[in-house]
């Protein structure tokens, strides 16, 4: 496409694309304009659907009415979905068959052959290869429940498995430790010799969890007081310049 632009020629319709590719050797063209006219609605989706590349449609079994994928052909355990689970993404919708335009894809001018290389039967020399790879193993101090084996078990390279950018569950403050933070900062707001900063209040919950006045589970970590105390910080101070304005304000009247 780059090519056919750079020798002159400008891309403005549909068939000007065909005109650049008709050429490509074992490339067929045709002109599809989807039906676009349909009632449009907010779909679903099912949780880990991009992960799953192998779809069936058991007839028999136990499996029966149901949707099975998984990651890959032949590799991974499969995933069921019923039709219960399409029925409340569909959020009952209509689908119908849909009804695009197209035109007769042209033939290409050239085929496009590839080459296939076909692996000879193991020679004696292989074979001889393979015996000292073995040896050489075998004599290697590998432990067999290795950290490796650990880490990258079967599987571990699936999409599905990944667990680079996936979100992790926000843990927020709970309104009874919030109401013990904001006395906290208020207090060492009216008084500057009980301020107190996110380590130390963070202790401070702590000891309110050895009183068993609150979970542990509930205590937040120090980095979260610290931007709980900014936060509120940049309120708090809003707020009084704000009331400061308008005793101000009325001040003058």
Known sequence: MLRWVKIGHEIEEGEDIENAIKDLSGTHVSHLEPDRDKEKGKLGTINGISNWHEFTWPET???????????????GNWNKISHCQIDKITKSRTFGKPTPIYTTHTQPS???????????ENTQGDQEIQEVEEEQIEDMDID??????????CGWALSENLKVNQKVPTKRITEHVKGLLTIMFHSGTANPRLKMNANEMHEELL????????SKD??????????????????????????LLEEAESSEQ
């Open 61 to 75: 079994g136990e499996n029966t009415g149901y949707i099975c994928t998984r990651a890959l052909p032949e590799f």
């Open 110 to 120: 050239k085929s496009w052959t590839v080459p296939l290389t076909s692996r000879k």
């Open 144 to 153: 067999p429940i290795s950290k490796s084996a650990i880490v990258f078990g």
């Open 207 to 214: 000891k309110r969890v050895t009183d068993n006045e609150i």
């Open 218 to 243: 509930d205590v937040p970590k120090v980095s979260t007081i610290a931007n709980w105390i900014t936060s509120t910080s940049r309120s708090f101070k809003k707020t009084m310049a704000l009331r």
